[in-house]
């Protein structure tokens, strides 16, 4: 009796997480194999597999929307913003969490309403700011935008994680004359991967398929980034599907792998903060 319970229990939790889980994967197998499709073919029927394998698509798409030049500014764009907010995130979430000083407060309120600010009503005066200082249309007009979005919620979540580990070890390496710098970041630094993990998933991914700000900001077709590469492929009158789809595989491949990269850290995050709490 107790085993038929056991196994009507399981199969009650693990289906719906079953039926999730594949309606979670289904939309990036139909993207992958939509993109190797002809126009005709994801007329007729959107959702049925190809007949043959058109990898021409790709080539197609890349030639098309000038893929490898918005490629490498959405990679640059994406890499300098990711390093500057591990960098900056860290530090804030390490001091707020550690320290005690008059501001902490007012620091704290800074980044908790800057988190409910809505972003789009952000691009007017950020244009205007940048139009000020002489970055807009410039390689260097998303960084700023990129990081102080990310920042916030980044140093919240360094914050939370560093206030679960033991300060024990911090008054540990201060006893064996260790300074802050060198406890801050070659011992705290290294046991903060997973949540680090996290903010590089959620940055990378967040800056990777950011559009509006890059709309905006940009001009230069030299400097443009992929979502605004998308656009390419759609116009007044037509759209070309497989080319779009295959526009968005190549888009969507490095999100993926950074993904597959840092799961595992992630994993290690959540399952340290279930034991900690």
């Not at 994801?42 to 893929?67: C, E, M």
């Not at 991967?193 to 903010?199: A, D, E, M």
Request: glycine content about 4%; some cysteine.
């Amino acid at each position: 009796m107790k085993k038929v319970k056991s196994f009507i229990s399981s199969f009650f939790i693990n289906v719906p997480i079953m039926i999730l889980s594949i309606t979670c994967i289904f939309p990036v197998l139909w993207l992958l194999y939509s993109s190797v499709k002809t126009d005709a073919e994801f007329t007729i029927s959107p959702s049925a597999l190809p007949t043959k394998i058109h990898f021409d698509n790709f080539v197609n798409a890349f030639k098309r929307a000038n893929f490898g030049t918005f490629t490498f500014n959405s990679l640059f764009n994406s890499l300098v913003s990711l390093a500057l907010v591990l960098f900056l995130s860290f530090i804030l979430g390490y001091v707020l969490s550690r320290y005690r000083f008059r501001g902490r407060n007012f620091i704290y309120g800074v980044l908790m309403v800057s988190m409910m600010i809505p972003v789009y009503a952000l691009i007017v005066p950020v244009f205007i700011q940048e139009k000020n200082m002489g970055l807009l249309n410039t390689r260097f007009a998303l960084i700023p935008v990129y990081v102080a979005l990310e920042l916030p919620t980044s140093v919240f979540l360094v914050d939370g994680y560093l206030k679960s580990i033991s300060i024990d070890l911090e008054d540990a390496a201060s006893i064996d004359g260790a300074g802050m710098l060198r406890t801050m970041f070659t011992i705290m630094m290294p046991l903060c991967k997973p949540i680090l993990s996290t903010i590089i998933i959620l940055t990378f991914m967040h800056v990777w398929n950011e559009f509006a700000f890059a709309q905006v900001l940009l001009t230069d077709e030299g400097i443009k980034t992929i979502p605004i590469g998308l656009t390419y492929f759609t116009s007044q009158y037509s759209t070309s599907y497989t080319l779009l789809l295959s526009a968005l595989a190549m888009a969507t491949i490095p999100v993926i792998v950074i993904y597959l990269f840092f799961y595992n850290k992630i994993m290690e995050g959540m399952m340290a903060g279930a034991i900690k709490g």
